[in-house]
């Protein structure tokens, strides 16, 4: 079956970094699109960034610049590398294969200080 489980998240200062990793499982990975999401408490889920088979990227404006999205298929795993990070970037971050509307990762909390 599908898996997708993700890791990285943490508590960081303004102005700090965090990667985080989804490893995904139960599909051949190299060929699927996949992307990041975050939620924040009291608001919707919102894109945060996609890659496609293709090394293809795309990113939320209020991400530009600042995170990165990447894919290794070796290791069937795709990251966000995640810098100058801001307090209103603090959310659960989850993966997402982005050609299904049903497999969603567990998330990991990501907690940013000001």
């Known amino acids: 079956q599908v898996q997708l489980v993700e890791s990285g998240g943490g508590l960081v200062q303004a102005g700090g970094s965090l990667r985080l990793s989804c490893t995904a499982s139960?599909?051949?990975?190299?060929?699927?699109?996949m992307g990041w999401y975050r939620q924040a408490p009291g608001k919707q889920r919102e894109l945060v960034a996609t890659?496609?088979?293709?090394?293809?990227?795309n990113y939320a404006d209020s991400v530009k610049g600042r995170f990165t999205i990447s894919r290794d298929n070796a290791k069937n795993t795709v990251y966000l590398e995640m810098n100058s990070l801001k307090p209103e970037d603090t959310a659960v971050y989850y993966c997402?294969?982005?050609?299904?509307?049903?497999?969603w990762g567990q998330g990991t909390q990501v907690t940013v200080s000001s």
């Open positions: 890659i496609s088979r293709f090394v293809t990227t």
């Open positions: 997402h294969r982005e050609d299904s509307t049903e497999y």
């Open positions: 139960g599909f051949i990975f190299s060929i699927k699109p």
